[in-house]
């Protein structure tokens, strides 16, 4: 039977409630996590503009710069290449930080011995008939819509 169909004081849906919650904190870590990773590549990226700056108008000149931006920006691009022959997904800063989510998130599900095959069993088995989610007021997640590939890729 559905746990939606349960009692309100039914075990299984506070059980549900508590790895919602603790799934969420590992979410919020996570996301916290790339973003500190995105925002130093920034300022990689800032580091690098300012040191072919300074190279090309005070140390050197653009005859000596040119060929180094150009085989750095080239470099780029070889990454980017590989980046998409790798992972067969776009090279893109989205879908980039969506595989670093994704990566963070199941490093700290494993840390955190957080348990996915109880917490995926217990959210299918709620749904209702009308597919709503039983003791819940959340709306679909997007970040928790590739959990199932997680389970099964373990």
Known sequence: MPLA???????????????QTQLEDINKLAHKQVRRILW????????QVGLFFRLTFWEFSW???????????TTGLVVGYAYFLITSRDPTYRDFMERLFES?????IQRQNFNL???LELQRRCKGPLEKMCGTN?????DMAHLHELSVNK
Not at 40 to 47: H, K, N, Q, R, V
């Open 104 to 108: 963070r998130q199941k490093k700290l």
């Open 5 to 19: 169909l349960t009692p309100e004081d039914d075990p299984r849906k506070e059980e549900l409630k508590k790895l």
């Open 117 to 119: 095959d109880r917490y």
């Open 63 to 73: 005859d000596v710069m040119e060929p180094i931006t150009f085989f750095t920006t």
């Open 40 to 47: 130093s590549g920034l300022g990689f990226l800032i580091t």
């Open 138 to 142: 959340q709306t679909p997640n997007p």
